[in-house]
Nanobody, 116 residues
Framework: QVHLVESGGGLVQAGGSLRLSCAAS????????MDWYRQAPDKQRELVAT???????RYGDSVKGRFTISRDNAKNTMYLQMNSLKPEDTAVYYC??????????WGQGTQVTVSS
């Protein structure tokens, strides 16, 4: 069982920045992939960004050029740097890990609210 704890959410004005963190309870070095998802009220959960064990990054179209995913294996932590935030980025943000044996774990989520 891998425990994930997100932090860094909050209230920010449009155009501002936030950095989310996702701390894992064990080494992330060999994880197949690490992802950030988000879910806005009355909407489906959507993939925001992915980073693979090889460091390859992918982003949802709505955040390309504004968000950056990264990982620090030494700290067992993944990050999501969010710049130029928009009101439509308001959501609960979740991190997800897929282990080397394809087990999937989710964090509890952190609220991001962007005011206009």
């Amino acid at each position: 069982q891998v425990h994930l704890v997100e932090s860094g959410g909050g209230l920010v004005q449009a155009g501002g920045s936030l950095r989310l963190s996702c701390a894992a309870s064990e080494s992330i070095f060999s994880m197949n992939s690490m992802d950030w998802y988000r879910q806005a009220p009355d909407k489906q959960r959507e993939l925001v960004a992915t980073i693979t064990s090889g460091g390859r990054e992918r982003y949802g179209d709505s955040v390309k050029g504004r968000f950056t995913i990264s990982r620090d294996n030494a700290k067992n932590t993944m990050y999501l740097q969010m710049n130029s935030l928009k009101p439509e980025d308001t959501a609960v943000y979740y991190c997800r890990i897929t282990t080397s044996i394809w087990h999937v774990y989710w964090g509890q989520g952190t609220q991001v609210t962007v005011s206009s």
